[in-house]
């Protein structure tokens, strides 16, 4: 990204160029909010399978001259991602192998969960996907019509949700297209997507996007993914207040992150901050043990303390539902 350019210059830009323009140099980025990388544990070795890749809209929320930001930290390659810890693997849950068969995954009753696309626009250090070969995940137009028969052929699935990688990735051509053939399905009552644009690149929620999931006649359920009260900018607010003028409903899923969202007072005002913008807090999950993301891991034991904690302090609708994923189970984990 050209240093001189204006941080509005960029917001004017389309998704597209946006997402182009995103920080994917450690450097670069350590210029950006003031920082020296010589202070901050960074490893480029860390970088060289899973890259750093930050779009300006995230990292204009981060605190400039802070090491410790927490929206930093989720973003930032690091020496400890080099690190084994024991219990953590290159496939903690099994998924993602079986779903590059196909692209989809079909784990719980009258949901299917479709791989749309392996690439996100950024890269969170802690994710589960780190270690796969995106590229092999992309479900090509052939697999895509495999998916719809199968979907079509099973008239116990009332759900498809659209998941990656990041689904938003798509054009609204591709997108349009899954949606008009998902829209033919009469047993689908329901398509919902998980994406972290509206987060990290609300310029993709555009009108277009908007006009295509309008003209469903499906009901549509939006699960994003916030982790952190700073990562809510007003770009992120106007983006999600559209998203729901559209008839959308919104949920927001987090993953408890050492050193991220670690405190009940964090976890307490992220729940404040989605709800007064629309968003219901959905699920809590605790880390996929996905190796190089040990230094990221908070115990159950603790988990549940902060979970009293939120408790103790909020209206029921407000406290996600702590959740861990576990192969072989007939739904997500609950833990509290
Ligand atoms: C998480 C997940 C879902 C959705 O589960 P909900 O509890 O309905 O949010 C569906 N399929 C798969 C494979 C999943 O991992
Ligand atoms: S946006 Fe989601 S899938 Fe993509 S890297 Fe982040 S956590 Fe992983």
Request: glycine share 6%.
């Amino acid at each position: 990204m050209p240093e001189a350019q204006s941080e509005l210059q960029h917001f004017a830009k389309n998704w597209q160029q946006q997402l182009a323009d995103a920080f994917t140099d450690i450097d670069e980025l350590c210029r950006y909010l003031q920082l020296s990388p010589d202070d901050l544990p960074v490893s480029h070795a860390a970088t060289l399978n899973f890259p750093l890749r930050v779009p300006l809209s995230f990292a204009a929320c981060m605190e400039k001259g802070n090491p410790h930001d927490p929206l930093l930290r989720q973003v930032l390659p690091v020496k400890d991602e080099l690190l084994s810890y024991s219990g953590f693997s290159n496939d903690p849950v099994g998924d993602l192998a079986a779903a590059s068969q196909n692209g989809v995954l079909h784990k719980y009753h009258g949901r299917v969960l479709l791989i749309n696309t392996g690439s996100c626009a950024i890269n969170c250090r802690y994710c589960f996907r780190r270690n796969f070969p995106y590229a092999d995940l992309q479900l090509s137009k052939q697999k895509e019509d495999a998916a719809m028969q199968t979907i079509q052929d099973d008239t116990s699935i009332s759900e498809v949700i659209l998941s990656g990688g990041d689904p938003l990735l798509l054009s609204d051509a591709r997108l349009a297209r899954l949606i008009q053939q998902l829209n033919t399905i009469g047993h689908i009552q329901r398509i919902r997507i998980h994406s972290r644009l509206p987060i990290v690149l609300p310029a993709r929620i555009t009108d277009e996007l908007l006009t295509v999931l309008k003209q469903s006649p499906k009901q549509f359920i939006m699960v994003m993914h916030c982790n952190h009260g700073n990562e809510i900018n007003p770009r992120v607010i106007n983006a999600c207040t559209r998203l729901k003028n559209s008839g959308i409903s919104l949920f927001n899923q987090s993953v408890l992150l050492k050193g991220v969202n670690d405190q009940a007072q964090i976890l307490c005002h992220l729940s404040e901050q989605l709800f007064s913008h629309g968003i219901i807090p959905y699920y809590l999950h605790l880390l996929d043990k996905a190796s190089g993301t040990g230094h990221f891991e908070v115990s159950e034991t603790e988990a549940l303390v902060l979970m009293r904690q939120i408790q103790a302090v909020l209206p029921g609708y407000l406290v996600p539902k702590l959740v861990k994923e576990q192969a072989g189970g007939a739904s997500k984990q609950p833990i509290f």
